[in-house]
């Protein structure tokens, strides 16, 4: 194991080895491992993170820097960050966590990181571990928008229509499929100005919304993108159709008048 590549990657020497073995140590490996550490790590995060956002955003509310801070801060991308610095080859773990895989789990990858930034606090301080924390983070900031990061399909598709002076989705249940412990639901989303119709599937009433909701804004701005000033005002003549699960626009322009898919061919 090369402690030295993963130092490299994060941009940081231990001054005390034995921290960043601790760190690397989950609790199935040895009773000295790395849970207390982690607890420390992610108090630090957010705090630095917070800071990242404060100085950045400076016209940005309370209530917006809190969900940035959420969405960066989460399980999911703090695996992304462990994924880059392929953490999963430095950990310390138990024979059963190493046969059922636990290098590759998201939960493990993003606790040890956050151990990790404990442990450089505790190595040599907060600002070692805020340049740490800086030298992860500046490069997402630099890429995201934050007036979307964080926000689900449902929101953003709402706030673009009301944006644009439409009216909201209409969601609608078509059809459920499989056994009832792992029913998938299949949802329309309907914006009936913009002739909208999509559909999205999922494991709950609520994922398939999310996933018809993500159809139907790529849709929506794609045609308002599309359409003349002069249209805008008036609505456009498209319709929405199913097609391999993927949402298409046809355009009475194309000499083709689009026609809906009868339902009995979505279930």
């Known amino acids: ?19 960043l073995q601790q760190a690397l140590t989950h609790r199935s490996h040895s009773s000295v491992h790395n849970e207390r550490l982690e607890f420390l790590g992610d108090s630090i995060l957010n705090c630095v993170v917070a800071s990242l956002l404060y100085e950045r955003y400076v016209a940005i509310d309370e209530g917006d820097l809190s969900r940035l801070r959420a969405n960066l801060v989460k399980q999911q991308s703090l695996y992304e960050i462990a994924q880059k610095l392929e953490l999963s080859n430095f950990l310390r773990l138990g024979e059963g966590e190493l046969k059922s895989g636990g290098f590759r789990r998201p939960s493990i990858l993003a606790d040890t990181l956050e151990a990790l930034l404990g442990a450089i606090f505790l190595d040599t301080g907060f ?35 009301q944006s644009k002076k439409i009216s909201l989705p209409q969601y609608n249940v078509i059809a459920t499929h499989g056994a009832a412990h ?21 494991g ?24 003349p000033a002069a249209a805008r005002k008036s609505k456009p003549r498209a319709a929405q159709l199913k097609l391999a699960g993927i949402a298409t626009v046809q355009t009475s322009e194309a000499g083709n008048e689009a026609a809906r898919p009868p339902k009995a061919a979505n279930k």
Do not use: H, W
């Open 204 to 227: 709950s009433r609520r994922a398939g919304e999310q996933a018809a909701a993500k159809l139907a804004l790529d849709v929506a701005e794609e045609a308002l993108k599309k359409a």
């Open 127 to 161: 600002e070692s571990a805020r340049a740490v924390i800086r030298a992860f983070y500046v490069p997402i900031l630099d890429s995201v928008d934050p007036q979307t990061l964080g926000k689900d399909a449902k929101t953003l598709l709402q706030e673009f229509l």
């Open 182 to 202: 792992s029913q998938e639901f299949e949802i329309e989303c309907l914006v009936p100005k913009l002739g909208i119709q999509v559909y999205g599937r999922g």
């Open 1 to 19: 194991m090369n402690l030295q590549l993963l130092q490299t990657r994060l941009g940081y020497t231990f001054q005390d080895a034995g921290l």
